[in-house]
């Protein structure tokens, strides 16, 4: 079982929202030992009407060859902010140019091990990437960070969201190298008697010995929802409990319950305030 990352994504811009994204996603890298890769949407150059009447293979090859190198130049002229500033980490950084029309296939082919993003993304990133499209394209787990999170530290006090889902296992399985790295670990159970496998099982006790294996202590931590709903008694007792990370595996129900009836995913990548991992 791995209990590191070896890559790391992050998805910023040059932007203040996408430098301090970067920033928080570089000391990560640094703090795990691992790679960073940032991730880049660039716009193609529009053909001049002139171009569009090029001929022959060598005159269109030549225009193209043209385009991408432009094009290479610019992106790499909008990513220097985030070479300097990982250069100031004394982090190196690999950067991947996603371009505009080919983003389904470059992003389910993204070689990493935990993409980081930002709640709301970055103002000069594409307005399709989503914290959920990237989750469902990709299908690696994802640090997502809202913008409203103060300072750069989170993964101190981690709450995992626990139903015995198979998500919620591979949340964890995949959190393991944050886990192990936590000062605390709180196994946060909402309505567990709904999913109690006998009588006299205590629901999160399975993951709680799951965990000793790798030298992780939790707390158990049972609450009932009533009527406030699952994600808000989520956001609310991981508030109340001091965590600045939640552990989520998303949509334990099928995704199209979830859009018709709405549903605890949604709505907490819709309104988290705190740092939340998430696995697909």
């Given at each position: 079982?791995t209990?590191s990352?070896r890559?790391i994504?992050?998805f910023a811009?040059?932007t203040?929202?996408?430098?301090?994204?970067?920033?928080?996603?570089?000391?990560?890298a640094?703090?795990?030992?691992?790679?960073?890769?940032?991730?880049?949407g660039g716009?193609?150059?529009?053909?001049?009407p002139?171009?569009t009447f090029?001929?022959?293979?060598?005159a269109?090859t030549?225009v193209?060859?043209?385009h991408d190198?432009?094009?290479?130049a610019?992106?790499?002229?909008?990513?220097?902010?985030?070479?300097?500033?990982a250069?100031a980490?004394?982090?190196?950084?690999?950067f991947q140019?996603?371009?505009?029309?080919?983003?389904?296939?470059?992003?389910?082919?993204?070689?990493?091990?935990?993409m980081?993003?930002?709640h709301p993304?970055?103002?000069?990133?594409p307005p399709?990437?989503?914290?959920?499209r990237?989750?469902?394209l990709?299908?690696?787990?994802?640090?997502?960070?809202?913008?409203v999170w103060?300072?750069?530290?989170h993964?101190?006090h981690?709450?995992?969201?626990?139903?015995?889902?198979?998500?919620?296992?591979?949340?964890?399985?995949?959190?393991?190298?944050l886990?192990?790295r936590a000062?605390?670990?709180?196994i946060?159970v909402?309505?567990?008697d709904?999913?109690?496998?006998?009588?006299?099982?205590?629901?999160g006790q399975?993951l709680?010995e799951?965990?000793?294996r790798?030298?992780?202590?939790p707390?158990?931590?049972s609450?009932?929802?009533?009527?406030?709903?699952?994600a808000?008694?989520?956001?609310r007792?991981?508030?109340?409990?001091?965590a600045?990370?939640a552990?989520?595996g998303?949509?334990s129900?099928?995704r199209?319950?979830?859009?018709?009836?709405?549903g605890?995913t949604?709505?907490?990548?819709?309104?988290?305030t705190?740092?939340?991992?998430?696995s697909?």
């Amino acid at each position: 079982m791995t209990t590191s990352y070896r890559k790391i994504a992050v998805f910023a811009d040059a932007t203040p929202e996408g430098l301090r994204l970067f920033g928080r996603a570089a000391l990560l890298a640094r703090r795990l030992g691992a790679e960073l890769i940032a991730v880049y949407g660039g716009e193609r150059s529009p053909l001049t009407p002139d171009e569009t009447f090029t001929r022959g293979m060598k005159a269109i090859t030549e225009v193209v060859r043209r385009h991408d190198a432009a094009d290479r130049a610019h992106a790499a002229e909008e990513m220097e902010p985030l070479r300097m500033a990982a250069e100031a980490l004394g982090q190196p950084v690999e950067f991947q140019v996603v371009w505009s029309g080919g983003e389904d296939e470059a992003l389910r082919f993204l070689d990493c091990d935990l993409m980081v993003a930002a709640h709301p993304s970055p103002p000069h990133l594409p307005p399709s990437w989503t914290a959920e499209r990237l989750l469902s394209l990709n299908g690696g787990p994802m640090l997502l960070l809202p913008s409203v999170w103060p300072g750069d530290d989170h993964g101190r006090h981690v709450v995992i969201a626990w139903n015995g889902s198979r998500q919620a296992r591979r949340a964890v399985t995949e959190a393991l190298p944050l886990l192990s790295r936590a000062s605390r670990v709180t196994i946060l159970v909402v309505d567990g008697d709904r999913y109690a496998l006998e009588a006299g099982h205590v629901p999160g006790q399975d993951l709680a010995e799951y965990l000793a294996r790798f030298d992780i202590q939790p707390v158990l931590h049972s609450v009932a929802s009533g009527e406030a709903g699952i994600a808000d008694t989520i956001t609310r007792e991981a508030v109340g409990l001091g965590a600045d990370m939640a552990v989520i595996g998303c949509y334990s129900r099928s995704r199209t319950l979830e859009t018709i009836f709405g549903g605890v995913t949604r709505t907490l990548l819709r309104d988290t305030t705190m740092p939340l991992f998430l696995s697909f």
